[in-house]
């Protein structure tokens, strides 16, 4: 939660999807360099992360694959001028079309793309926008490439410590038993 910045005291609610948004991209970016991008993968992707998985056309599969390839670049920048050169050129290429809206309990709620957008062009709106703010809060420090040995993942940490540096706790506590079985052996090996 953030606080209002014309009130200390009061806060403004991140609703549903939107919330969910930049672990959504890291969700489809990982699942797509895993192959594990399939139609029935997508939807529960898209349950997963609040987004209107009804909504899912098989058919706009492609789509999606394409936007987390897409968004991988995102994901390995070098520097922050490198994110913001990438996130302005899919700004300027995604169909969006701000409004406000209040449905399905959510409250009322920014959208992103038009309301006669698809649910796939929804998604690549709202997780550009919420990749864009993470990154104007936060630079490229919250985000990455796993740093496990033998993994190409990509994560994204939007807790307060900000210390996230792996794509899985499988992934870190891997690297910590390595590390802690490395230094048992000492120096000799």
Known sequence: MRADPGNGSRAVRITGYRSKAVGAAVALVNAVADGTDGPDALRALLR???FFWQDFDPA???AYRAWGRTLRAFFTAEDPEAAVA??????LATPMHPHL???GGFGLHLHYAPPSASL???FRATTLMQLSELLCEHGLSRTGVCAA???DRVYADASRAGRRRFC?????????VAAFRARRRGPAG
Not at 86 to 91: I, K, P, Q, S
Not at 168 to 176: G, H, V, Y
């Open 86 to 91: 990438l996130l302005n050129e899919l700004m």
């Open 168 to 176: 899985s706790e499988a992934c870190a506590n891997r690297t910590n």
């Open 60 to 62: 706009e599969a492609g």
């Open 149 to 151: 040995d033998g993994c």
């Open 120 to 122: 796939a062009e929804r």
């Open 48 to 50: 997963d992360h609040d």
């Open 101 to 103: 809206a209040a449905h």
